[in-house]
């Protein structure tokens, strides 16, 4: 599976939209576009993926770059309980069965 | 749904001796993993399976083996521990390659 580029941390404000970036310039075009979340002494826990349209669901949006070199999770709400390490990872239908490959991610924190 | 159940919650071990962590799972996945998380870093890929009586190595399988029986279960076992296998634990599922993971609360473990 191809790399992703995240930053270490960002911070935001309670109940304001929060845009989480990812660069993933080497992406193939089967690639898919995953996010997991985890929280403080939890395990991860799916987010959203999309392979080239924007995604929504009920925790947030997927906003995919034309090109899919890059692409942002959206929270478009945050609060308190979003604060947690938010991880891009990039997932190709082919090959084995070997687990997503779980970089440093981006720290959220979010101020009251 | 119960997901995917890891025990024991917490487990301290000396040196040198044995233990399984088990993981079930309830949604007939047939992809099943193993990861390791040490302080402030990413999850590590220990084991992975594909189905029942298949499994293979991650990127850490060192110190560690694994089984797969049944689709259900799938015990880690660690047989002479040591202290630099102190970590959490986290087993996951997935229906296949490409679709959401979905993880345990994890096993916290420390080796004195």
């Known amino acids: 599976d191809a790399k992703t580029t995240q930053p270490n941390s960002m911070e935001s404000n309670e109940e304001e939209p929060v845009h989480l970036p990812c660069n993933h310039s080497t992406i193939s075009g089967t690639d898919y576009i995953h996010w997991y979340r985890q929280l403080p002494s939890q395990g991860p826990e799916y987010v959203i993926h999309g392979l080239t349209s924007n995604v929504n669901n009920r925790m947030a949006s997927l906003a995919i770059a034309e090109d899919r070199k890059s692409s942002t999770l959206i929270l478009h709400r945050a609060t308190l309980r979003d604060a947690a390490v938010y991880y891009c990872i990039l997932r190709a239908p082919g090959g084995g069965a070997d687990g997503l490959t779980f970089g440093k991610g981006t720290h959220l924190i979010i101020q009251p | 749904n119960a997901g995917v159940t890891q025990t024991p919650k917490f487990r301290i071990l000396k040196i040198g001796q044995s233990m399984t962590l088990q993981c079930t799972q309830d949604?007939?996945?047939?992809?099943m993993y193993w990861y390791r998380q040490d302080p402030g870093m990413g999850l590590k890929l220990i084991y992975y399976s594909v189905g029942a009586g298949i499994t293979d190595k991650g990127e850490v399988p060192n110190g560690y083996n694994v089984s797969r029986s049944t689709t259900e279960d799938f015990p880690l076992r660690l047989e002479l521990a040591a202290p630099s296998q102190t970590s959490v634990y986290f087993c996951a599922s997935s229906y296949s390659r490409v679709t959401e993971a979905f993880f345990g609360q994890g096993t916290r473990l420390t080796v004195v």
């Open positions: 949604m007939n996945h047939n992809y």
